[in-house]
C-alpha cells in the first residue's frame, strides 16, 4: 500500500539528544510511513534544515526523555522562530500523566507519545497527526472540553451562547471519536437528528467538517 498525498507532502523532525535511537525511529517512519523523516538534536537544528518556501507540512516530534514536556511546551511558546507556529508539535517518550495531555491540549500540542507505546501506535498516531487530527486519549479530549481549573465545565464558557445542551452533547461525542450511530444510540436519537444537530453545530462554529470541529473545541475549552 502506497503512502498517503499527506505523508509525502510531509517532513518530519525527530528532536533529542540521543542520536543513535531518534535516527533509529526517523528511519522506521521513513519505511513504515513513506515520510521523509530527519533527526536534529535541538529545535535550532531542526528550524535551520528546514524548506521554508513551500507548502510541506511540518511535523515535530520531540523526544522528552527525562524532560519535563511543560517545559518544551514553554520553549516552544517563547520560540522566536514564527515559521515554529506553523509546525505541528507532539511529544514522545512521555511518562503517562493525564495532566500532561490536558496541558498539551490547551497550548496545541497536536498529540503525546508514552515512553511504553509500542512502534505500532507511534507509528499510527504519527500518521494520524500528519491526516490534519489531533493523536490523544478520547477521555483526554472530551474532558479538555467539560472540565477546566478542576472540574468547572470549559463548554459553559466560551460555548455557552452559542451551542445548546444538545449541541454540546454531540460536540463531546465528536471529539471523543463517536460515530452518528454511536452518539445517536449514546443520546437514545434517531440519526436523522444526530444529523441536524451537527449541520447546526458546523454553521455556529463556523467549520466544514468533524476535524475541523474538533480543533476548534481544543482551541475554545
Given at each position: 500500500?502506497?503512502?498517503?498525498?499527506?505523508?509525502?507532502?510531509?517532513?518530519?523532525h525527530?528532536?533529542?539528544?540521543?542520536?543513535?535511537?531518534?535516527?533509529?525511529?526517523?528511519?522506521?517512519?521513513?519505511?513504515?510511513?513513506?515520510?521523509?523523516?530527519?533527526?536534529?538534536?535541538?529545535?535550532?537544528?531542526?528550524?535551520?534544515?528546514?524548506?521554508?518556501?513551500?507548502?510541506?507540512?511540518?511535523?515535530?516530534?520531540?523526544?522528552?526523555?527525562?524532560?519535563?514536556?511543560?517545559?518544551?511546551?514553554?520553549?516552544?511558546?517563547?520560540?522566536?522562530?514564527?515559521?515554529?507556529?506553523?509546525?505541528?508539535?507532539?511529544?514522545?517518550?512521555?511518562?503517562?500523566?493525564?495532566?500532561?495531555?490536558k496541558?498539551?491540549?490547551?497550548?496545541?500540542?497536536?498529540?503525546?507519545?508514552?515512553?511504553?507505546?509500542?512502534?505500532?501506535?507511534?507509528?499510527?498516531?504519527?500518521?494520524?497527526?500528519?491526516?490534519?487530527?489531533?493523536?490523544?486519549?478520547?477521555?483526554?479530549?472530551?474532558k479538555?472540553?467539560?472540565?477546566?481549573?478542576?472540574?468547572?465545565?470549559?463548554?459553559?464558557g466560551?460555548?455557552?451562547?452559542?451551542?445548546?445542551?444538545?449541541?454540546?452533547?454531540?460536540?463531546?461525542?465528536?471529539?471523543s471519536?463517536s460515530?452518528?450511530?454511536?452518539?445517536?444510540?449514546?443520546?437514545?436519537?434517531?440519526?436523522?437528528?444526530?444529523?441536524?444537530?451537527?449541520?447546526?453545530?458546523?454553521?455556529?462554529?463556523?467549520?466544514?467538517?468533524?476535524?475541523?470541529?474538533?480543533?476548534?473545541?481544543?482551541?475554545?475549552?
Amino acid at each position: 500500500m502506497g503512502a498517503s498525498d499527506s505523508t509525502t507532502k510531509s517532513q518530519v523532525h525527530i528532536i533529542g539528544p540521543l542520536k543513535l535511537q531518534n535516527e533509529l525511529i526517523a528511519s522506521f517512519l521513513t519505511c513504515k510511513l513513506g515520510v521523509e523523516c530527519v533527526y536534529a538534536q535541538d529545535i535550532d537544528e531542526a528550524l535551520m534544515g528546514m524548506d521554508k518556501n513551500n507548502d510541506r507540512l511540518h511535523l515535530i516530534l520531540w523526544d522528552c526523555q527525562g524532560t519535563d514536556p511543560s517545559t518544551l511546551c514553554a520553549e516552544f511558546c517563547v520560540e522566536s522562530d514564527s515559521f515554529l507556529h506553523q509546525c505541528c508539535i507532539a511529544f514522545f517518550n512521555v511518562c503517562p500523566d493525564r495532566r500532561v495531555e490536558k496541558d498539551s491540549v490547551n497550548r496545541n500540542v497536536r498529540g503525546i507519545f508514552y515512553n511504553d507505546d509500542p512502534l505500532k501506535i507511534f507509528s499510527k498516531g504519527v500518521k494520524i497527526i500528519l491526516s490534519g487530527e489531533p493523536w490523544f486519549s478520547k477521555e483526554t479530549l472530551a474532558k479538555s472540553l467539560v472540565e477546566h481549573d478542576g472540574g468547572a465545565s470549559g463548554l459553559l464558557g466560551e460555548t455557552r451562547t452559542v451551542l445548546t445542551p444538545r449541541e454540546r452533547e454531540i460536540l463531546i461525542g465528536i471529539v471523543s471519536g463517536s460515530t452518528n450511530k454511536k452518539i445517536a444510540e449514546d443520546l437514545r436519537i434517531s440519526i436523522h437528528t444526530v444529523k441536524t444537530h451537527i449541520y447546526r453545530i458546523y454553521k455556529k462554529i463556523n467549520v466544514a467538517n468533524r476535524l475541523q470541529a474538533v480543533l476548534w473545541a481544543v482551541k475554545n475549552p
